[in-house]
């Protein structure tokens, strides 16, 4: 979502006392991944003047008495606290450390007092974590890693949490996806507060595109949401993976959970942080790219296989979600991959997703790595540590539809 220049001079209009838009605070918290914390520190705090990139103030600011402890033992004195935060234009929260800690109250108070004083709020990964326990984004739209969606959906029923989106821009409260999508907000913000051409010269220097197409669906695992398995719904929705080969409806599962639709629609959205159907299409449309790509199934044997009605309703909805036609996409992803690994790859699939029909499957759990767009991030820390996928590597064909990497 995009912010126009109206709104963003109407935004700057109504910054109050000492606060300059051209003041960036960074917040930081102990326990926080030094990955995202780096993004806004390196968009924000270098002088680029001289590749034609406007100059921004930083000002890194500690959200409790440090040192503050991050990944890999670090530990970083700040050379500001809270009351700087009095000064900024724009408040950046990078990843916080725990979905299930409670942000320090004394730093809550400092961001709603900045935002009601016209500051723009901005919170990377998990960093809405601590945007929602300000109730920065009660009633608005909002995203976060797709690891985590569900557990802010179902903690702050009053945000509206997208998955499906890189960020999200709501005027004066921003939020994105994981790691790399706060280098594309970052980017946003730059283009948003000084033209295409600054952001442009500024992923130059990044080495990074200036704006990358399409959303997290791509990326989504078929893992079971966090929080999910002492949820009544854990079992219809495990069924559901096991049985994506099978034609069946969102009336059908609904029945399976002992609700009524309308019932059975707004726990699921508050338990994953997405409609039913649109989560039940995803999945079957995930299993078809796996299936692509490890087996020599026919498009038509793949659509009936992934519980499509239709081959035409598999490359629909396969279209829309990554932007080719199945042929196309199998096409370019054996183009880049050795034909013994799709050739192995396809006897161990076979193990575990079962034929048309069958009545057994797997549980929703992780296919594993043969999938490029299915890597899982582990539970502490969202996608630290993944492997870069091979699509990426320089002089490789990227899949039709698939995000170039940072």
Known sequence: MSQDSATATEAARKLTGRRRREVVAVLLFSGGPIFESSIPLSVFGIDRQDAGVPRYRLLVCGGEDGPLRTTGGLELTTPYGLEAISRAGTVVVPAWRSITSPPPAEALDALRRAHEEGARIVGLCTGAFVLAAAGLLDGRPATTHWMYAPTLAKRYPSVHVDPRELFVDDGDVLTSAGTAAGIDLCLHIVR??????????????????????????????????????????????????????????????????????????????????????????????????????????????????????????????????????????????????????????????????????????????????????????????????????????????ALPGQRSAP
């Open 192 to 397: 948003t507060d000084h033209g295409t051409e600054a952001a442009g010269a500024l992923a130059r220097r990044l080495v990074v595109p200036p704006r990358r197409s399409g959303g997290q669906e791509r990326y989504l695992d078929r893992s079971l949401p966090e929080e999910i398995g002492s949820d009544p719904l854990a079992e219809v929705v495990a069924w559901a993976l096991e049985h994506l080969h099978e034609q069946f409806d969102v009336e059908t599962l609904a029945a399976r959970a002992y609700m009524s639709r309308r019932t059975f629609d707004r726990r699921f959205r508050s338990l994953t942080g997405s409609a039913p159907l649109q989560w039940l299409i995803t999945q079957r449309v995930l299993q078809a790219q796996r299936l692509l790509e490890t087996s020599d199934y026919s498009v038509d044997e793949v659509a009936g296989r992934c519980g499509f009605r239709s081959p035409v309703a598999l490359r629909g909805h396969f279209r829309r979600q990554l932007g080719s036609s199945p042929a196309a996409y199998r096409a370019a992803y054996r183009a880049r991959r050795p034909q013994g690994v799709a050739e192995s790859a396809a006897t161990v699939l076979e193990t575990v997703v079962p034929s048309q029909g069958s009545p057994s499957g797997r549980r929703g759990a992780s296919m594993g790595s043969s999938a490029p767009v299915s890597i899982a991030a582990s539970a502490g820390s969202p996608e630290h540590s993944l492997p870069v996928p091979d699509a990426y590597v320089p002089g490789r064909p």
